[in-house]
């Protein structure tokens, strides 16, 4: 076999076998295939795409090229939840002590951020003494006590998909929805779980900009799921603002506690339930997703889902303590209101320049090696839709000095105010549950 054949018979358009696409991935990521060649084929792939099945094959060979989690000795069906990205996309904190605490399993691989905020567990340091640093036998031990436990990523985990990525990176095929597809699954299959529930993100603060587009990718994956055996299913969900109201590690903490007491954001409230949902019919659970809906419900109203995060918390070194009382949680010494020049109504929120302004703040990392301040972020007082004032309160900036006149005036400039009222775009565009 030889790599020139199988970059001409893709070019051409005709269709690589299993044999054929295991061939490619076991080379590239032994360093026998080089990279101008794997640059080649992944050009040939942006022009003429993969069908589904070479889709799922790739997705196979990319969960086999590295460590696979075997998370087999957990109790019940692992249901593992997937966000494409978003400004303020504070779901896993809420999801995961809410689904646990329904009887589902969540054993939940994270890693550190990269970008506008820390991953998720950078925010979970927010509790003081909180750790990650345990073994696997640890990590089963906690999620079979406790239903929750999170670990840090494995180094080996699919190492192809690494590899094709930063390739990718830099010969302009990132833009390819198989191939973003087969990314994202890879990652979600070698970590262990049974089924997956996607949350794709769409609008001007995502990656997938437009409905169509969002809904490609999303069919994509769940067909991914359906053909190497794994219950997917793909919600889309709106990103063409902030999620809930806080982009700030600490800030989104609070704002996590805040939603499992029922009291937080609506639009962070709404979307877990229906990530929930999901997730407790998938896991077997309830009989149907409105059961599974009504078990969420009480789970906040009856306390279970706060005890369950303060339990996890203090399981992995954290103090719980910051969990009943969040205002032990870091906090940044400057908080300075951010005002509107003009009365009307929020017409729009420019939700990739908000992150970026939390980074600048110290809230992101620029580079892997950055330091982060998880006390500082932005904190929105009105969102799309929301009547205002001249002179009224538009955020909070949460700061580690006095004043920041450059990100106070972006800020500003980064939210648009009209005069009439505007049309609010839904939370939840469309789901793609093909299994029931």
């Not at 692992?78 to 303020?88: I, M, P």
């Not at 904190?93 to 329904?102: E, I, M």
């Not at 990530?275 to 969420?296: Q, R």
């Amino acid at each position: 076999m030889r790599m020139v054949d199988l970059i001409q018979k893709k070019r051409d358009g005709l269709s690589l076998t299993k044999e054929e696409i295991d061939f490619i991935i076991e080379g590239y990521t032994k360093g026998s295939i080089p990279d101008y060649q794997l640059s080649a084929l992944a050009m040939a792939i942006y022009f003429q795409g993969l069908t589904s099945e070479e889709t799922a094959n790739l997705t196979m060979a990319m969960v086999e090229s590295g460590d696979q989690i075997d998370l087999s000795s957990i109790e019940g069906i692992k249901v593992d939840k997937h966000s494409t990205g978003g400004v303020g996309d504070t779901t896993t904190l809420v999801l995961a002590p809410l689904v646990a605490a329904c009887g589902v399993p969540v054993a939940k691989m994270s890693g550190r951020g990269l970008g506008h905020t820390g991953g998720t567990i950078d925010k979970l340091e927010s509790f003081k003494g909180f750790h990650v640093e345990i073994d696997n036998e640890e990590f089963i031990r906690l999620v079979n006590k406790n239903k929750l436990a999170v670990i840090g990523q494995s180094g080996n985990l699919t190492p192809a998909d690494k590899k094709l990525y930063a390739l990718r990176d830099v010969t302009a095929t990132v833009d390819n929805i198989p191939l973003i597809a087969s990314s994202i699954m890879s990652k979600k299959i070698a970590a262990g779980a049974d089924a997956i529930v996607l949350d794709v993100k769409t609008g001007l603060g995502a990656f997938m900009k437009s409905e169509e587009d969002a809904i490609l990718l999303a069919k994509e994956m769940v067909e991914i799921g359906k053909n190497v055996g794994r219950n997917t299913v793909a919600i889309i969900s709106d990103m063409n603002q902030p999620l809930g109201v806080a982009i700030g590690n600490a800030l989104e903490v609070r704002e996590a506690i805040d939603t499992l007491k029922g009291k937080g954001p609506k639009d962070l409230e709404e979307l877990c339930l229906t990530l929930g949902s999901h997730m407790v019919y998938l896991a077997g659970k309830a009989e149907s997703i409105e059961a599974a809906l009504a078990m969420l419900k009480e789970k906040i109203e009856n306390g279970e889902a706060l005890q369950k995060l303060a339990i996890f918390v203090e399981e992995q070194g954290g103090d719980p303590n910051q969990v009943l009382q969040p205002e032990l949680l870091p906090q940044a010494p400057y908080q300075v209101q951010v005002v509107s020049p003009k009365a009307g109504y929020v017409h729009s929120i420019q939700a990739g320049e908000l992150g970026v302004l939390a980074m600048i703040l110290g809230a992101g990392r620029e580079t892997k090696e950055a330091q982060i301040d998880l006390s500082v972020g932005i904190e929105l007082l009105k969102k799309i839709g929301d009547p205002v004032q001249e002179g009224e309160a538009l955020a909070i900036l949460h700061m580690n000095v006095p004043e920041h006149p450059a990100v106070y005036q972006r800020l500003l400039d980064a939210i648009a105010i009209g005069a009439t009222e505007p049309s609010v775009p839904p939370l939840v565009y469309k789901e793609i549950t093909p299994y029931y």
